[in-house]
């Protein structure tokens, strides 16, 4: 893409995706009253910008046309670690840096993977510049702590109850239960070198999203989430839940963290809400009426971090 395309070690969508699918039929107990139970899920978290720094980017302005936009989304802290954690695990753990590994790792909290192993269902983490599968080093393509994969942005990575050789290259990436996590070029972390402002995420979004939403069609959802803002407000993010079932152009009033956002994986994949979710309340006001039927007994998710 003309004007936008930063060097090839940048380019490389650092893509972290935990994928799950099983033929198995999720107990009626497990799915939340009023939210559909659908095949897909991809959850994509870009970096550090605040919900008016990126509303208005083109793309991002024409992903919102097709779904709910949840105008009061909020993330959980500062800075990055914690707020990838609270996207897995639903809660921090107690992790309030950067740390590699994060203090009190590794963790055996219930968290996405781990439940969907529990449940039947595989998985797996697709992330841009891994350079091999269950990597367990601090960063990569770069210095010892900045590279374009840091493993900040992998919470997957610090728990020890799943299955780490689901963690994969980006270029593994398959339309499952997935989490993925673009590279610190291209989820404007690095958003000071050029070829990484928010226009080039924007950019890298209209490159990559479209496929992915063709590919999950009609009984999928794709959720795009910042980490967190840029330290300048009130933690304020911009979160978009758009697929077939979700009522288009809807501004959600409905306040939401990250906690919410892994209670309704949970709750679209008929997985039962992790403990540290379980008293959210399931987001209810996005979707379509009425519901269409449970898209039978596949399950996947996938999620995107920048």
Known sequence: ????????????????????????VMPVSAHAVGVPHL???????????????????????????????????????????PN?????????????????????????????????????????????NLPAPAFTGCSYDGDASTGLYTRKHAPWTAF????????????????????IAPNNCHNTHDSGTPGCAIADGDAWLSTNLPAILTGITPDGILILTWDEDDSAGDNHVLTLVVGSPVTPNYLSPTAITHATVVRLVCDVLGIPPLPAVAVEAPLLDIWQLPLAAPAGSWGRVKALYR
Request: hydrophobic residues 40%.
């Open 1 to 24: 893409m003309a004007g936008v395309d930063p060097p090839r070690s940048r380019r490389a969508t650092r893509r972290i995706a935990a994928c799950a699918a099983a033929l198995i």
């Open 160 to 179: 020890s109850n799943l299955d780490h050789s689901n963690e994969r290259p980006y270029s593994d990436l398959a339309l499952d239960l997935c989490f």
């Open 84 to 128: 990838y954690l609270a996207l897995w695990a639903g809660s921090p753990l107690g992790v309030t840096d950067d740390a590699c590994p994060p203090a009190g790792a590794p963790f055996a909290a219930p968290n996405l993977g781990q439940a969907c192993e529990a449940a039947g269902r595989t998985w797996r983490a697709y992330a841009e």
């Open 39 to 81: 095949a897909h899920v991809v959850v994509v978290v870009m970096e550090n910008k605040s919900y008016d720094e990126v509303r208005t980017q083109p793309f991002v302005t024409s992903l919102a046309s097709l779904g709910a936009t949840m105008t009061r989304s909020y993330a959980v802290t500062h800075p990055s670690e």
